[in-house]
């Protein structure tokens, strides 16, 4: 990695920004945010920050959230001297954000996904790496970056986030020795924990617990999956953030092997949220164009909940669980 080129056109760029993926997590929010903090320590530059989709209320905590901009309120014809995509695995991923990518003058890709393409003009990319989060910290230390606490916060964030606190098979000795330096510099993991995984709302709750109890199980409880519809987010009110961890605890049950949410989707289509214990589930969702980790990943699929089911179920069907 020719940390030196980077830094020459983040000193050299007027104008940055950076973008997280539609529908944000916890990594590409807490990368976006870290990121934007420690260019402005670093090279007393601003950023520009944009969101494709609603951030999620949890993440609010996170410094310098409150000034991320929304897709609908940039300038598309805007050209910059330098996009950076954080945790983007596909450049449809960024929606019609797209517009200001490609215009940009030079671009940066930043991601952990297997299935990235390295469509960059720089790409920064490890896949052994839990997150983007991590993979921020560690090009940081190699480039003689500072990290302040509020990029420590954003960083730690990232990385507890995309190992489910550190649970997933993606949670290396690697990935410990980033959030322990973390913690040095003075993340309170505690509160951060308390933040992301204790502050679900009541609506939240109640709409996973109807979900989870209309749950149906195949081949002798191997495989588990639910259907979400319109009018189950419209009966409790939920939004996007309430499907939130729904297929983690579908996937918890011990007999288990993999594990999905069908969501209907307004437009018609079916959009898929897959976990596994064993299986790939990427390769998977990967047959009907999505992707992922091996063994949480999604696709969307063009059909009613009942048919897409049917296919998916075919494809899981065809690898030994």
């Not at 064993?278 to 696709?299: K, L, M, N, P, W």
């Amino acid at each position: 990695m020719d940390c030196t080129n980077i830094n020459d056109i983040i000193k050299s760029s007027k104008n940055i920004l950076i973008i997280s993926h539609v529908n944000p997590d916890g990594d590409t929010l807490g990368s976006m945010c870290g990121l934007c903090t420690a260019i402005n320590q670093n090279f007393k530059k601003h950023c520009d920050m944009l969101a494709i989709s609603k951030i999620p209320s949890i993440y609010e905590y996170l410094p310098n959230i409150s000034s991320v901009k929304h897709i609908e309120d940039i300038d598309k014809s805007r050209e910059y001297d330098l996009v950076i995509n954080v945790d983007v695995a596909a450049i449809d991923r960024i929606c019609d954000a797209k517009i200001l990518f490609d215009k940009a003058k030079k671009t940066i890709n930043i991601d952990h996904h297997k299935t990235n393409n390295s469509y960059g003009d720089i790409n920064i990319i490890n896949p052994d790496a839990s997150s983007t989060g991590e993979v921020l910290y560690y090009f940081m230390q190699q480039s003689d970056w500072k990290i302040d606490l509020d990029t420590a916060n954003c960083l730690y964030t990232a990385i507890l986030t995309d190992t489910g606190s550190f649970r997933f098979n993606n949670t290396k000795p690697a990935t410990l020795h980033a959030a322990a330096e973390l913690v040095k510099l003075g993340v309170d993991p505690t509160d951060i924990y308390k933040k992301v995984y204790e502050s679900d709302s009541k609506t939240l709750v109640m709409f996973q617990s109807y979900c989870i109890s209309k749950a149906k199980f195949l081949d002798d409880d191997k495989i588990a999956y639910t259907t979400v519809y319109k009018k189950d987010m419209e009966k409790f009110g939920a939004n996007d953030e309430c499907m939130e961890g729904l297929t983690e605890k579908l996937r918890a049950i011990v007999t288990t092997r993999v594990a999905f949410v069908a969501k209907e989707m307004k437009s018609g289509a079916t959009k898929f949220s897959m976990r596994s214990k064993f299986v790939d589930v990427a390769e998977i969702c990967g047959v009907f164009g999505g992707g992922g980790h091996r063994f949480a990943a999604g696709c969307t699929i063009k059909a009613k909940p009942e048919d897409a089911i049917k296919q998916v179920l075919k494809e899981i069907k065809k690898r030994e669980i």
